[in-house]
């Protein structure tokens, strides 16, 4: 990663989308941001990656074969399924494993542009034998796994924003010193039970923009210079936001904005690649989750392009 600097790399597919009814999860947002970031002039339709679906030898590297196979033909439990929190269906399976190869495509193409952002994924709650909180597959584990396996990258940090713990992530990484996980996100919010990773802040309900990017100002520099990864996975949530149904972290648009280029910023400046998955979003008004996800993207190409 030296050299002129490359333009961020954007990955989608359509086929992120599945119908899972009335629900507060807006899978309408993945080719909502998409439409916008085009619209926006960021980059053409025909520039943005179509990923190919992630591959059950590449899911098995961070899923149990008992899970994977349960996925692959039905066989979920009432209480797995009441676990996910989303209604199961071979649709939602296909949705994810390209949602996670889309995920493998950025964490390559930003080894390659220093930046890449995966509109979709991020589902950070996953853990190896079962799905929780609207994530079945764990994408970013994936991709650093896949990664790994090929020995593009060895140590990678994940850089967790969205406002809930990144439970699946910690329980992934444990005791692995070649992926260091920090979560900044609300204490007294889902999940109830939160494995350690190896940095955890957690706010108060209702700590503002301010204490926010301090906290993230004095964590992820740090880390980064600590850790030297090859690889950052930033799981970048936009439920931190004032008008989120399910977080209370109160940021504004702009304090949105500050977070996405904070961490943006300090992986370019020490030539750190780094990919973005979306996470969590539920504003009272799709157009929110919609425009605040548009604005990470066009941040990263602000510092990245």
């Keep these: 990663m030296t050299g002129a600097r490359k333009s961020p790399a954007v990955v989608h597919h359509a086929g992120y989308f599945a119908d899972i009814g009335a629900h507060v999860f807006p899978m309408r947002k993945f080719v909502g941001i998409r439409e916008e970031i085009v619209r926006r002039g960021l980059l053409r339709d025909e520039d943005i990656v179509a990923p190919q679906p992630a591959t059950i030898e590449q899911v098995r590297r961070v899923h149990d074969a008992a899970y ?9 439990s009432s209480l797995e399924e009441a676990l996910l929190e989303l209604p199961y269906s071979k649709e939602l399976v296909e949705a994810n494993l390209l949602c996670a190869g889309g995920s493998i495509a950025a964490a390559r193409l930003a080894l390659e542009r220093g930046i890449a952002i995966n509109l979709g994924g991020g589902f950070h709650h996953a853990f190896p034998d079962h799905g929780e909180g609207f994530c079945v597959l764990h994408d970013a584990a994936i991709a650093i796994r896949d990664l790994q396996a090929t020995k ?6 994940v850089v967790d924003v969205d406002v809930h713990q990144g ?8 005791d692995d010193p070649t992926v260091y996980t920090f979560s900044i996100h609300e204490e007294d919010n889902y999940p109830a039970i939160k494995p350690p990773s190896d940095v955890d802040i957690g706010l108060e309900s209702g700590a503002g ?3 926010y990017l301090a906290a993230l100002a004095h964590n992820v520099p740090r880390i980064l210079d600590r850790v030297e990864p090859h690889l950052v996975a930033y799981v970048a ?15 504004t648009r702009e304090d949105l904005r500050a977070r996405d280029r904070l961490v943006f910023d300090a992986c370019v400046v020490r030539d750190i690649p780094v990919f973005a998955t979306l996470a969590g979003g539920y504003a ?17 190409f602000r510092i990245g392009g």
Excluded: C, S, W, Y
Aim: proline fraction near 2%.
């Design 284 to 300: 009272q008004n799709l157009d929110d989750t919609v425009g605040i996800h548009a604005d990470m993207v066009e941040e990263a």
């Design 237 to 251: 949530g936009a439920d931190p936001f004032v008008e989120d149904q399910l977080g209370r972290l109160r940021l």
């Design 167 to 174: 439970n699946g992530t910690a329980a992934i990484f444990k």
């Design 152 to 157: 593009e990258i060895r140590r990678a940090a």
């Design 68 to 76: 994977v196979d349960k996925l692959l033909h039905g066989r979920l």
């Design 209 to 211: 923009g301010e204490r």
